[in-house]
Structure formats: C-alpha cells, structure tokens
C-alpha cells in the first residue's frame, strides 16, 4: 500500500516557475516507478512526467520537455516537478501516481495508486 499527497500547486502568470511535491508512505516506494499526470476540465487525465524507481530513467511528454523536470528522493520517499515557463495550457489538476513495482510505464492504467491533486493555474 502506497498512500500520496501532493502540494504545491497555486495560481501563477505565465512565464513563472512553481515546484509540485508528492510525499509518499509505504515500504515500496523505492521500488515502484513514480509519474505525475494532469488532467484539465473536460479532458483526459493525461501523463506528464515518469521517473523510474532507481531515478536512473526518466520521461516527459513532449509538451513538457525542457521546461519541467521530475526528481525523486527515496531515502525522503518524496518526488518533485519542477516547473518552469508555466504556460496558460498548463493549467490542470496535476496528480502524483505510484507505478508497478520495477516497471517502466506511462500509461495512467498502469498505476496503482494516486493522490489526491494540486490545482495549478497559469494566467496570461
């Protein structure tokens, strides 16, 4: 059992930077690979950033690539975005998800738990 909280999120202007932290607990965090996804009104729920369980692999969408930047801390069970040059399309709930254990993914199906979600908000 993993359980997720993320925090971070606000209402920022476009340009602006804004760090997400998810905490987890759980004695398999270490080992499960670790994504953050985001999902906007009347969208999709949809994959953002991954970072495998060692840190040793990571992966963007390509509309975030350059801009935002996943780290994870295992001795802390703590995972962080980084985001920088926030864009109005930006704006989404953005959710931390625990993957299968030593599994490389990102398909949102293939995650098996999540937090509860930090509204970020990107003005023009």
């Known amino acids: 059992q993993v359980q997720l909280a993320e925090s971070g999120g606000g209402l920022v202007q476009a340009g602006d930077s804004l760090t997400l932290s998810c905490a987890a607990s759980?004695?398999?965090?270490?080992?499960?690979?670790m994504g953050w996804f985001r999902q906007a009104p009347g969208t999709e729920r949809t994959f953002v950033a991954a970072?495998?369980?060692?840190?040793?692999?990571?992966g963007y969408a390509d509309g975030v690539k350059g801009r935002f930047t996943i780290s994870r801390d295992n001795a802390k069970n703590m995972v962080t975005l980084q985001m920088n040059g926030l864009k109005p399309e930006d704006t989404a709930v953005y959710y931390c998800?625990?993957?299968?254990?030593?599994?490389?993914?990102?398909?949102?199906?293939?995650?098996?738990?999540w937090g509860q979600g930090t509204q970020v908000t990107v003005s023009s």
């Open positions: 970072i495998s369980a060692s840190g040793g692999r990571i």
């Open positions: 998800a625990a993957g299968r254990i030593f599994t490389w993914t990102t398909d949102s199906r293939n995650y098996d738990y």
């Open positions: 759980g004695r398999t965090f270490s080992s499960r690979i």
